[in-house]
């Protein structure tokens, strides 16, 4: 069975310090991973992925990710926080094949101070 | 483009009370899904579809039915509300076969069972 964690359930930056969201994986195979943003009453928004070649991803809204195969890591990041970013992220994995069920992560809220 | 949209946004029952929530999506895609999301619980899958005229069951499937009549829709149904079944209702759609593509969400159904 694939699973996702997220440990940590909140994280606190400061405006304009570098952000990192935990999340590690398991599956038997191959990792598709995912991350999504969230805002309030609003549904999840992907971000990024990662599906093969370059560990480092780019994605939207200057945020990128670190896919690490020994450590089954897949961290979001982003060098320079904004007010903006306070959302709750969730991470989630995939294999290729079947109905492509996906994984979600319990969630993480992160909350940028001014 | 509309993308995935789901009706209503709110709604409150009385427990054993049924409903209806209807997604409805306009970009041709295969596979559609049903999840609730519940506090620390992150996103769990109630039922999904890999096309028209199928279903199966996903991690939660009791209480819940669905059907996919047309390619574009994707009802899921309560026949008897439970308060157990306060939640928040996404869905979501993929192209087929995309198991490397992200899934596009509604902005949920909130639904609290009294």
């Known amino acids: 069975a694939q699973s996702v964690a997220q440990p940590e359930d909140q994280v606190n930056v400061a405006e304009g310090n570098p952000l990192t969201v935990k999340c590690t994986y398991s599956v038997s195979g191959n990792p598709y991973l995912f991350w999504y943003v969230q805002y309030p009453n609003r549904g999840l928004q992907f971000l990024l992925k990662?599906?093969?070649?370059?560990?480092l991803v780019k994605g939207s809204y200057g945020f990128e990710a670190e896919f690490n195969k020994s450590q089954t890591s897949f961290h979001l990041k982003k060098p320079s926080a904004l007010v903006s970013d306070s959302a709750l992220y969730f991470c989630?994995?995939?294999?290729?094949?079947?109905?492509?069920?996906?994984?979600f992560g319990t969630g993480t809220k992160l909350q940028v101070i001014p | 483009n509309a993308g995935v949209t789901q009706t209503p946004k709110f709604r409150v029952l009385k427990t054993g009370q049924s409903m209806t929530l209807l997604c409805a999506q306009d970009?041709?895609?295969?596979?559609m899904y049903w999840y609730r999301q519940d506090p620390g619980m992150g996103l769990r899958l109630i039922h999904y579809?890999?096309?028209?005229?199928?279903?199966a069951k996903g991690e939660v499937p009791d209480g819940y039915n669905v059907s996919r009549l047309k390619k574009q829709n994707f009802l899921l149904g309560l026949e008897s509300a439970a308060p157990s079944q306060t939640s928040v209702y996404f869905c979501a759609s993929i192209p087929g076969q995309g198991y490397n593509q992200p899934q596009h969400f509604g902005d949920g159904t909130r639904l609290s069972i009294l």
């Open positions: 989630a994995v995939t294999v290729a094949g079947g109905y492509q069920k996906v994984t």
């Open positions: 990662y599906i093969t070649g370059d560990n």
């Open positions: 970009m041709n895609h295969e596979y």
């Open positions: 579809s890999v096309g028209e005229g199928t279903t």
